[in-house]
């Protein structure tokens, strides 16, 4: 029988640095993924540009794991990326991919401030992690504070595109904490890769059936850029960095890098979109901003099954 004990969450200097670093690294990719696939979507059918970064990442995934020789996942493993496949490869490109047509992609970007406190929970159920009461109401101020911004920018009431936006919060919390889970076993970037070669043949039909049905010959160059940026980077070589982060370092720990996503998309709106944002937008990432400082210094514990080698991940 497997009996668990709860001891602090063993993990060295040098790689909670590690685990920071590689996390901020995965966070900067994700940041400029919903300003891109605004500007996908502005000439692109939703459903190209959601599926298309799909099966372009595994056109790079597949080739990788050939040529490096990876050994084939268990049984267990291909659970794992599986939910992997389901939220982060087809969920919530396809449910954000969506949004983005209907409200600002700074607007998405603070309401995904809600990803913190979603991978934190999904840390608990799935990857043994159980972090302490600051650390839970750091992540809750940050949570009211994002849910308040986006309902006030609604009018009043959440808009369709928020729903959409939340049930790709809650796909993409349950990937991240089951891929840093079983990216102990076989390493960060090799589960984005099997995920992507799992996805493969399930997204090549319905996209080549997408560009027969909506065509591309109105796409723009600036839509082509916005589509391949998310599918090289947000959909292959942010996770490298991500996974490996979330591994070393803890899932609800370096989740919380996740609150400064809202500074930088902010920062790349007004850049690359020109969109504008008010002081309204700018307190709100300045709150959830300040949760970070906060769950960095909180007590995490890590409930470890006595007969089974956590690992430290690749």
């Known amino acids: 029988m497997?009996?668990?004990?709860t001891?602090?969450?063993a993990i060295t200097h040098n790689t909670h640095l590690e685990g920071w670093f590689y996390g901020f690294l995965g966070v900067l990719g994700f940041s400029l993924t919903l300003p891109a696939t605004r500007m996908a979507v502005a000439s692109l059918d939703p459903l190209i540009v959601g599926l298309g970064r799909g099966v372009i990442a595994a056109m790079l995934a597949a080739p990788l794991l050939w040529i490096t020789?990876?050994?084939f996942p268990t049984a267990p493993q291909w659970r794992s990326i599986f939910i992997?496949?389901?939220g982060a490869v087809v969920g919530f490109p396809l449910l954000s991919a969506w949004a983005m047509r209907m409200v600002p992609s700074s607007h998405g970007a603070i309401l995904l401030g809600l990803l913190p406190l979603a991978t934190a929970i999904a840390g608990t159920l799935r990857a043994h992690e159980r972090p302490s009461r600051a650390f839970w109401i750091a992540s809750l101020l940050g949570s009211v504070t994002v849910v308040g911004y986006a309902y006030s920018q609604g009018g009043g009431t959440l808009q369709l595109a928020d729903l959409a936006l939340l049930a790709a919060v809650v796909m993409a919390a349950l990937s991240y904490a089951e891929g840093a889970r079983v990216a102990r076993e076989l390493g960060g970037w090799q589960v984005i890769c099997w995920a992507l070669v799992l996805a493969a043949p399930i997204l090549i039909g319905p996209f080549i059936y997408a560009l027969w049905e909506h065509g591309i010959a109105q796409a723009t160059t600036a839509s082509w850029v916005g589509f391949f940026y998310i599918g090289i980077v947000s959909m292959f070589l942010a996770f490298f960095a991500w996974y490996r982060g979330l591994a070393v370092g803890g899932v609800a720990?370096?989740?919380q890098l996740q609150l400064l996503q809202p500074f930088l998309t902010l920062m790349f709106s007004a850049m690359f979109l020109g969109e504008t944002f008010g002081a309204n937008a700018?307190?709100?990432a300045a709150l959830v901003g300040f949760a970070i400082i906060v769950s960095r210094r909180t007590h995490i514990a890590f409930i470890r099954h006595r007969n089974i080698s956590p690992g430290t991940g690749h």
């Open 2 to 5: 497997t009996t668990t004990a």
């Open 84 to 86: 992997v496949f389901i």
């Open 282 to 284: 700018m307190l709100a």
């Open 253 to 255: 720990r370096v989740s």
């Open 69 to 71: 020789s990876q050994k």
């Open 7 to 9: 001891s602090t969450y």
